[in-house]
């Protein structure tokens, strides 16, 4: 227990809700308690780890009367890695909490309904996770370097010798990685460990290290071998992810696959995709439908990213301009175009589309349907760039974060006239209180 933490053995609360990091609500004398590892409909002691004035930060004890929605954590780490929120709650009843998340944030924030709730894009629970990034610290009264998440709310690196969330032969390489940094003269310079595995018939696992410093000679065989044993292919990356290069093999590339549009993604280990890529799939199937392009439309995909939307529209026969931020990842679209035999029917434009006024987006032409995917910061002046009335007729927007997208919707609907016709949330991080979503908007 913290020193400033306080435990009330003879006082339980009773906790009625979620809120959106996955703790449970409870309330005292009309003050909010947010207590870490309670469910709704559960009464718990619990420990007060910070006092507010007007809320307070708790940590659960004693589960007096558990939900029927409560299960026991796979992870034997669950209660010390901050990888996972959630894994104490039902995978259904995270879903539903999600979806509610979703909406009061539409309701409260935007002050809009959708016409129809779509029904939630969930897949596999367990060993989803085919991105990540892994701290690594030597500690030698732990008996050598660790490689995991963080603990919870800490910078110290959890003690964990394997990871239910990734990939089984993954998760079964952290204790091996344990020992081969532990191996190497730079232990102590390597702070990070980013994963990412490709899929297809010759699926790529890419591990990239951060090295402080170049690893020696005999570092380099002992990587060289470790590579050849576990089949994997690290990266060097001595300084911001551009400078992330092959190490060895060296001529291995990740990619991953949209069957359904017979696309392939060539990608960089730290570029960003989808950590998610079952998931990833029934989204863009499902965004697709949404969309619903037409031969012979124009449609802005805006951050585009490497074309993850992009290139499936225009399989549909529509014309398709990609905005995006990083002038690599447009150069990485133009080159999966180019690949996937579609560099006729697509553009690619470089832009910051956290500046975008309407001025920028009438430069890009008359576009018929829009796409928008940002990152959590939502894409409020893109929204108010677009035209008040006219075209673009629907829009189709993924989000990462319900208040930013509840934000953006509030002026989509309450100043630009459209209605929000749907929206449902996707699960792409179970066991986590992070929650996606895709909401569709028509005008006329």
Known sequence: ??????????????????????????????????????LPGERVTYTTLRKKPSFEIARAETILRPSAVRTVPRCPHFSVCGGCSMQHLDAAAQVATKQRSLEDALWHIGRVRPREIL?????????????????????????????????????????????????PHVSGLLPRLRELVGDLSIRDRLPQIELAVGDGDAPVE?????????????????????????????????????????????????????????????????????????????????????????????????????????????????SVVGVEGSAALVRRAEENAALNGLSAPTRFVAANLFEATPESLEALGPLDRVLIDPPREGAIALVKALPGDGPPRRIVYVSCSPATLARDTAIL????????????????????????????????
């Open 1 to 38: 227990m913290t020193p400033a933490a306080h435990l009330h053995p003879a006082q339980f609360l009773d906790v009625t809700s979620l809120d959106q990091e996955g703790r449970g609500v409870a309330r005292v004398d009309g003050k909010a308690v947010f207590v870490e590892g309670a």
């Open 119 to 167: 029904p939630a894009i969930h897949g596999p629970a367990w060993g989803y996770r085919h991105r990540a990034r892994l701290s690594v610290r030597y500690v030698a009264k732990k008996g050598g370097v660790l490689v995991g998440f963080h603990e919870r709310k800490s910078s110290y690196v959890a003690d964990m010798l394997s990871c239910a969330i990734l990939p």
């Open 206 to 318: 890419a591990l990239v290290l951060r090295v402080l410093e170049p690893p020696s000679p005999a570092d380099r065989d002992l990587l060289r071998a470790f590579a050849d044993r576990h089949g994997v292919q690290f990266y060097l990356q001595p300084a911001g992810p551009e400078t992330a290069t092959p190490f060895h093999p060296p001529d291995r590339r990740l990619a991953y696959t949209l069957p359904e549009f017979d696309l392939r993604f060539p990608y960089a280990p730290t570029e960003f995709t989808q950590v998610n890529p079952a998931i990833n799939g029934v989204l863009v199937r499902r965004a697709l439908r949404l969309l619903d392009p037409q031969p012979g439309e124009r449609i802005a995909d805006f951050f585009c990213g490497l074309g993850n939307f992009s290139l499936p529209i225009a399989r549909r026969g529509a």
């Open 413 to 444: 609907v309450h100043d630009h006239g459209y209605a929000l016709s749907a929206a449902g949330i996707v699960n792409m991080f179970p066991h986590t209180a992070h929650v996606e979503s895709i909401a569709v908007f028509d005008r006329g």
